[in-house]
């Protein structure tokens, strides 16, 4: 499964909204669960979302609860994760990962068996 974060991730003013996406190919999409992580310099990727795979369970980071929000499209293999109300803090290199096994409550990034390539969010105070 090759993952590529397409777009979404730039500069945005504090208190404003991002839309990322991550397209994918190569297997079947609704076999995996997905996620988005996120990373800053010097830090462990950092969970932020998951969804099943028929997108009917969500599950977010604390952080991110109340205003990010996932969503899959199956047909066509793609990730969303909607940032809404962003703050500073989550500056960072967002990505996308897939996970053939397991339960979307339970994924860490040591788990994930595919990765999108990144994309930057700078949010600006």
């Known amino acids: 499964l090759r993952c590529s974060c397409r777009l979404g991730g730039g500069l945005v003013q504090t208190g404003g909204s991002l839309r990322l996406s991550c397209a994918t190919s190569g297997r079947t999409f609704s076999d995996y669960v997905m996620g988005w992580f996120r990373q800053t310099p010097g830090k462990e990727r950092e969970f932020v979302a998951s969804i099943s795979r028929s997108g009917g369970n969500l599950y977010y980071a604390h952080p991110a609860k109340g205003r990010f929000t996932i969503s899959r499209d199956n047909a066509m293999n793609t990730v969303y994760l909607q940032m809404d109300s962003l703050q500073p803090k989550d500056t960072a290199v967002y990505y996308c990962?897939?996970?053939?096994?397991?339960?979307?409550?339970?994924?860490?990034?040591?788990?994930?068996?595919?990765w999108g390539k990144g994309t930057q969010v700078t949010v600006s105070s």
């Open positions: 990962a897939a996970q053939l096994n397991g339960a979307p409550q339970w994924i860490v990034a040591a788990g994930m068996d595919y």
